[in-house]
């Protein structure tokens, strides 16, 4: 199944069983929300795979906020509160961004560099907007990074591009922007998570050069282009 359609499958079965837990509860043989498990699932998915296992801790305060506010009643009982209120969802909602924004700052901005290679050529664009031009005279791999900014991607001397080159795109709370020459055949395979990606369609002539795009995008844009 892709991963479009996660979320729409999810708030289906959420409103069938909102209704199922309500006509369940009126009958008072349940008192336990089953949407709110339904909800949870994804989330409780994403903190794990996503932020334990694949070592993103800054994805981990959202999630875990969200799953607290959808939980707080139930934690409030659990503890002896009777007003079901544990703490103001304001402060717990702050807390959250602040978490994230200093997480997210530590794990793109100082330490992020360490996995490109010599051989790699990378480009990063912070908090700003940047143009980058690619000389496919000798492009090879090439990696562009944009945290909190827009990047804009153009190719110089396309004629003199052979092929089968990569291009590595880190795009994290930013905007990238990847205007390919219309005959070039592109294979784009960009992660993304809590943002959105789109490929412009095209139809490449028979022979025409691949360029691969591949990285991820963590709540941001990214946009592929032909001109």
Do not use: Q
């Not at 139930?74 to 961004?97: P, Y």
């Not at 022979?207 to 844009?221: D, H, T």
């Amino acid at each position: 199944m892709k991963r479009k359609y996660l979320w729409p499958i999810t708030l289906v079965v959420c409103g069938v069983l909102m209704l199922i837990s309500a006509i369940i509860s009126s009958a008072g043989l349940v008192d336990f929300p089953l949407y709110k498990a339904v909800i949870a699932i994804p989330f409780v998915a994403h903190i794990v795979v996503k932020g334990i296992i694949g070592k993103r801790f800054y994805t981990i305060p959202i999630p875990l906020t969200v799953l607290f506010l959808l939980f707080e009643e139930n934690i409030a009982k659990c503890a002896g509160v009777d007003s079901g209120d544990l703490i103001s969802n304001w402060i717990v909602i702050l807390a959250a961004i602040l978490i994230f924004i200093g997480l997210a700052f530590i794990t793109f901005f100082y330490d992020h560099n360490d996995e490109d290679s010599e051989e790699v050529k990378a480009t990063k664009n912070n908090v700003s907007a940047s143009v980058k031009y690619i000389n496919c005279h000798d492009f090879v791999h090439e990696t562009v990074e944009c945290n909190m900014g827009s990047s804009k991607v153009f190719f110089s001397n396309a004629s003199e591009y052979e092929g089968d080159a990569t291009l590595k795109l880190n795009c994290n709370m930013g905007s990238i922007v990847v205007c390919v020459p219309a005959d070039w055949d592109v294979d784009a395979k960009i992660d993304n998570h809590m943002g959105s990606v789109k490929v412009d369609d095209n139809t490449p002539i028979e022979g025409a050069k691949k360029l691969r795009i591949v990285g991820e995008n963590n709540m941001g844009a990214v946009h592929v282009k032909f001109n």
